[in-house]
Nanobody, 126 residues
Framework: QVHVVESGGGLVQAGGSLRLSCAAS????????MAWFRQAPGKEREFVAA????????YYTTSVQGRFTLTRGSARNTAVLQMNNLKPEDSAVYYC???????????????????WGQGTQVAVSS
């Protein structure tokens, strides 16, 4: 069983920054791809960013490109999402996911991940 824990959410004014951290532990015998998804009230969960198991490739949804940066941590199966220039539309519950998506396209889909955290709230005021 893999346990995924997020931290770092909070309330920030528009234009501010937040840093979200994620760690996957437990039965992780190898490096996992890691991703962030978010879900705003009344909306479906959407992809935000993903990084491959070796850190060679990183993917972002268009709306966060240039503002968010996802990097793998120095410890195995950890990742940090640095969010800059936050906008009110970034407000949501952010979920970290870890797993082994079959393809790069699968890495952008929630179905590509077996292990999820409980989520951390990000609120951006205008």
């Amino acid at each position: 069983q893999v346990h995924v824990v997020e931290s770092g959410g909070g309330l920030v004014q528009a234009g501010g920054s937040l840093r979200l951290s994620c760690a996957a532990s437990g039965r992780t015998w190898s490096a996992l791809a890691m991703a962030w998804f978010r879900q705003a009230p009344g909306k479906e969960r959407e992809f935000v960013a993903a990084v491959t198991w070796n850190g060679d490739n990183t993917y972002y949804t268009t709306s966060v490109q240039g503002r968010f940066t996802l990097t793998r941590g120095s410890a195995r199966n950890t990742a940090v999402l640095q969010m800059n220039n936050l906008k009110p539309e970034d407000s949501a519950v952010y979920y970290c996911a870890a797993g082994r998506p079959w393809t790069d396209n699968d890495a952008l889909l929630a179905s590509g991940y077996d292990n999820w955290g409980q989520g951390t709230q990000v609120a951006v005021s205008s």
